[in-house]
Nanobody
Framework: QVQFVESGGGLVQPGGSLRLSCAASGSIFSIYVMGWYRQAPGKQRELVAAIGSGGSLNYADSVKGRFTISRDNAKKMVHLQMNNLKPEDTAVYYC??????????WGQGTQVTVSS
């Protein structure tokens, strides 16, 4: 069992930056692939960034070059540095495990709104 608490979202202008944080508990954590997901109004939740237990990185094409995912296993935390934000990035952002071990229990998420 694992619990996730996301934070760091907010309202930002196009071109701005935000740093999201995810605190995880209730699991070993370090063995899992972790990811950031987002869900915009009327759209399906999508995986935008993932980081493996050994530090391997994967990004959706829509965010590649702008977002950076990182993890701190000692603190059981995952971060998402978001630069050059665009209105299309507006969504609720969630963290979770990636793949077959993904938890059915999602956190509250953190709202990111990119608007002029």
């Amino acid at each position: 069992q694992v619990q996730f608490v996301e934070s760091g979202g907010g309202l930002v202008q196009p071109g701005g930056s935000l740093r999201l944080s995810c605190a995880a508990s209730g699991s070993i954590f370090s063995i899992y692939v972790m990811g950031w997901y987002r869900q915009a109004p009327g759209k399906q939740r999508e995986l935008v960034a993932a980081i493996g237990s050994g530090g391997s990185l994967n990004y959706a094409d829509s965010v590649k070059g702008r977002f950076t995912i990182s993890r701190d296993n000692a603190k059981k935390m995952v971060h998402l540095q978001m630069n050059n934000l665009k209105p299309e990035d507006t969504a609720v952002y969630y963290c979770n495990k990636v793949g077959p071990t993904m938890s059915d229990y999602w956190g509250q998420g953190t709202q990111v709104t990119v608007s002029s």
